[in-house]
């Protein structure tokens, strides 16, 4: 499968971002998509996930009750809201695809997209 991220860009502190994957390839539906970040210097962190289904959701503590994941199968994409964002939510953003739900280490991520830039300035 083929992924591409989108949706970045430069907000205020306290501003929202709708950051978009959209897929390509094999069947959507059969893959577990996460969102990762990486911040210069920094390792990839795991941001949050959703099953195949869409039923699963999982989120990083740093990112809980203010970013949502949800998915459209039909439409082969998946959305990460960011709302409140921070100076410390500064990173690249990655969207990633795996067959198993519930994995937070980048390395058990087996198709990756390119990455979209997220500023946040205070």
């Known amino acids: 499968v083929q992924l591409q991220a989108s949706g970045g860009g430069l907000v205020q502190a306290g501003g929202s971002l709708r950051l978009s994957c959209t897929a390509s390839g094999r069947p959507f539906s059969n893959y577990v998509i996460a969102w990762f970040r990486q911040a210069p210097g920094k390792d990839r962190e795991f941001i949050a996930s959703i099953s195949s289904i869409g039923i699963g959701k999982d989120y990083a503590d740093s990112v809980k009750g203010r970013f949502t994941i949800s998915r459209d199968n039909a439409k082969g994409r998946v959305g990460l809201q960011m709302n409140n964002l921070k100076p410390e939510d500064t990173a690249v953003y990655y969207c990633?695809?795996?067959?198993?739900?519930?994995?937070?280490?980048?390395?058990?991520?087996?198709?990756w997209g390119q990455g979209t830039q997220v500023t946040v300035s205070s």
């Open positions: 990633a695809a795996n067959s198993i739900f519930g994995l937070r280490t980048a390395g058990h991520y087996n198709y």
